[in-house]
């Protein structure tokens, strides 16, 4: 699903945000890129979505060498994965459902199509009973399962979540993840970001450490 | 279609938010075109009214008095011969004065006392427009004075020029003031789009990272722009037309009677269009240069 070969990635001269990056994720896989603030993880989910380009290295999503994608090619990749920002990223004037009809409208879905989508969505994160209300009358963790519900608008092979607990106490943690878990079941490829190494532990999954751009342990 | 239907609600949306910058914008546009269409309506009657004297147009040439009928017969017979000549009328001494008299109705008595009839039998000559040039009028015109019983030629070539080059000025300066204001137009949509793309800032970003075309995003500005343009040029055409009409029921005139030259006519209908056209292309084109730079940075 997600190969990098020889990755770099620097910021001028002086930031070297990933060095020599080697890794493979295999599809189906639920992965956590752990690491502390600064350590690279959220360049690293850039990379995968061709928001950012590697200062050199080649890097195969689906088959596809994102590195040598054409500016066409970028757009079409994007519409194949959901992606959940540590920001969330959501429109904080419009209603949350038309937060997650920004994306049906995106990828030309019939509108009763995306709708009855929409609603299921935000009826599986818990908030379908405040669907219209806008992000501001929104918790953290609900803004964030808001934009989780946004990420799985196009059925997703690929789920990218950066730092989804971030902002959140330990009980909506938990929430959240045992989410992403309940969609990695349906067998979605899931790869959190997270800074959260005890959480990590607990959850024994397949865990990547990075630590100042560099590979530091791999586990299992 | 079901992303042209998204597209067309986001222009219709955007328009909705633009407000008094939106309205600022189709009213400049509005403003420009009514310039450009004052110029376009003044030079297409004046072109029209060129046209009709240049038909109307016509060489006199004056008769000796002692020409005799074999003499006018065969001057006839060579003018008739000229490829320059379209038609000829001629006008005997007598239907000369006739014609004086009746212009000077009711001042008959300035005639008394003249004796003998003084105006020159003539004959009118129809001249093709193509020989209407100077220099062609300037030949022809001395090859007849050249003629037996030819007294003199006269024509009013001079005053129809003087007026083409008016006209031709005219449609000069409209150029001009139309590229100028066209110019103006451009920037203001531009920024009035720049802006809006500015307000949606964070919609577009987010937008590119769900997955969103170019075209997508650019899609709704450039029909915003375009339905812009095309809005300000609706709306001076509605105002031309509406001073049009108002003028002409000032000078209590119908349409065509202007000048008394069947002139005075406004845009012609592909005309309008292409003023439809090219507001609906001014404002595609400033918006394309807004999202295009801020899509590029």
Redesign the interface.
Known sequence: MIQFFHVYKSYGRDVEALVDINLHIQKGEFVFIAGPSGAGKTTLLRLIFRDELPTSGQILVNGRNVVKLPERGIAPLRRSMGVIFQDFKLLRDRSIFDNLALVYRVHGIPAAVGKRKAANLLKLVGLSHKLQMTPYRLSGGEQQRVAIARALMNDPVLLLADEPTGDLDADLSADVMRLLADIHARGTTVVVATHDLDMVRELRRRTIILKGGRVVEEHP | M??LR?ILQ?ALVNIRRSGWSGLASIATIAFSFVIVGIFLIITRNLGAMVSEWKEQFQVTVFLEDGITPEQLTLLRKRIQSERAVKSMTYTSKEEALQSFKRELRGQESLLEGLGENPIPASLQLRIYEAYQTPEALRQFTASLTRLEGVEDVQYGQEWVDRLSAAVRMLRLLGLTVGLALGLASLLIVSNTIRLAVYARA??I??????????L?IRAPFLLEGMIQGGLGAAAALVLLFGAYRATLWQLQLTPGQIFGMGVGSFLDPRWAAGMLLAGAGVGAFGSMISVGRLLRA
């Open positions: 079901e992303r998204y986001d964070e919609e970003e987010i937008m590119r990272l769900v997955g969103a075309t170019r997508h």
